[in-house]
């Protein structure tokens, strides 16, 4: 990828409403562009980052059996008022029809999907089921902030899971528990597992997955010493109170929350009449299970905790592009011919290894200028071609997490960067 033909171009300025590090870096580096408050849109570069993690999460949940479905986002007004949610849920999104008729934008599923799933699934034969969605959501949030943490339109994954007895549904609940770990994990984020109330849908505790960060807007009590967490809405512990689970002194944080998952029992079933037909005959009831990660705030989340002041440190699994090819521009034609071929060899071999490569080929940019997009950008590699590193036969290597910079060997450089990717 050319940056001087990339659409979407970083910015020299701040915006000056970013009320927040990924507000500010996000809209900086040209991952996304603001449409109002709470909305985005997804520029080129950004959404190459959120496509990765919408593969992560794809693959875990795959993983587990869950099976991807679309649903609508437009959703008839009369499946909210079954569920007792039309008057209920204050971030609902209410559309009046030209033809009289109203409709929600949904902020969540479970109106939609549970009589689908009772339209198809008649015996405890069929069950157990998991399905799942990456799909846009609305919420009329009162105030939309912290760039794409609150929106009023963003991206959720949302799974549901249906199961005739308590022991399958807690089996597959804890599966899901794991795999969510095992998604931020790979999203390069240490999550906590948090206990939370069950939120405005179900009465029941839920378990939140929460990154320290102080951007958060959730307080929170942690555990240095062990993997204990709270959130202080509900929290029966205090900073200085001994964790309930090995004693040592907790303190208080902030988290932001990339994922909540939920027991529902049978809030939904039970208000769609979905049971089947059990193995004796009689009508079994359906217990739910809601499981949520907000795919957008979790890009979000992912600037909020790797970013220095020079701008965003992606991930190897989720930045853009792997890495960020500086070629400067020598003053001599002859020179300045044979930097940009090297270049542009280095970039085909690269890519030809299955590299991706954001090279920044302007001729008409300063040296200053493009280290400085390259760090604001924020790739795992900065690789520079220039008349110095070509009288060596050499390109010069510098890591964004690291200050120093080498020099390799041309020759060498699609090996090593091989390798680099894969440690
Ligand atoms: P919050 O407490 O932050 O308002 P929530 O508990 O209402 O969120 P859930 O219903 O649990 O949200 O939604 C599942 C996930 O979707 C959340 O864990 C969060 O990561 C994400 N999410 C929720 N609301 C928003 C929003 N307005 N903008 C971006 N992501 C959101
Ligand atoms: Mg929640």
Redesign the pocket.
């Known amino acids: 990828m050319r940056y001087s033909s990339l659409f979407g171009k970083t910015s020299k300025t701040a915006p000056h409403d970013a009320d927040s590090v990924n507000a500010r870096l996000l809209v900086q580096g040209g991952f996304v562009d603001r449409v109002m408050a709470g909305v985005y849109t997804w520029l080129p570069l950004g959404l190459r980052t959120l496509r990765k993690v919408e593969t992560i999460i794809r693959e875990e949940m795959d993983r587990i059996g869950g099976q991807e479905l679309l649903l609508t986002a437009l959703q008839p007004k009369e499946n909210w008022v079954k569920s007792e949610r039309w008057d209920n849920v204050d971030v609902l999104f209410k559309i009046p029809s030209q033809t009289g008729k109203e409709y929600a934008l949904g902020p969540?599923a479970e109106d939609i999907v549970t009589p689908l799933v009772g339209s198809f699934v008649r015996s405890y034969k069929d069950l157990p089921l998991a399905v799942y969605q990456i799909q846009t959501k609305f919420?009329d949030?009162l105030r939309a902030k912290s760039g794409v943490?609150?929106?009023r339109e963003?991206l959720?994954k949302d799974m549901y899971s249906f199961h005739t007895d308590r022991a399958d549904f807690e089996a597959f609940y804890e599966k899901a528990k794991q795999a969510y770990l095992v998604v931020f994990g790979r999203c390069g984020l240490k999550a906590k597992v948090t206990e939370a109330s069950g939120?405005a849908f179900t009465k029941k505790v839920s378990h939140e997955f929460q990154v320290e960060t102080q951007a958060g807007?959730d307080a929170l009590v942690m555990c240095r010493n062990c993997h204990y967490a709270q959130n202080t809405e509900i929290a029966t512990n205090k900073e200085g109170d001994a964790c309930p689970n090995c004693k040592a002194a907790l303190f208080s944080t902030k988290g932001i929350?990339?994922?909540?998952i939920f027991d529902l029992g049978d809030r939904f079933s039970k208000a769609f009449d979905f049971t089947v037909a059990g193995a004796d005959g009689t009508r079994k009831e359906i217990i739910m299970g809601c499981y949520?990660?907000?795919v957008?705030?979790l890009v979000g989340a992912i600037v909020e905790a790797s970013h220095d002041d020079k701008g965003m440190i992606w991930p190897k699994s989720v930045a853009p592009c792997h890495v960020h090819l500086v070629s400067l521009a020598a003053k001599d034609p002859n020179a300045a011919a044979k930097v940009r071929e090297a270049a542009e060899k280095l970039e085909r071999d690269l890519e030809a290894a299955g590299i991706e490569v954001l090279h920044d080929d302007r001729e008409d940019a300063r040296a200053g200028e493009k280290f400085a997009d390259a760090d604001l950008i924020g790739l795992p590699l900065r690789l520079v071609v220039s008349e110095k590193t070509m009288a060596e036969d050499a390109v010069e290597w510098k890591e964004r997490t690291s200050a120093d910079a080498k020099r390799v060997p041309l020759a060498q450089a699609v090996e090593d960067v091989k390798r680099f990717m894969a440690a």
């Open positions: 969540t919420r949030e943490l609150r929106g963003f959720m939120g807007e929350e990339v994922g909540n949520g990660i907000g957008t705030r």
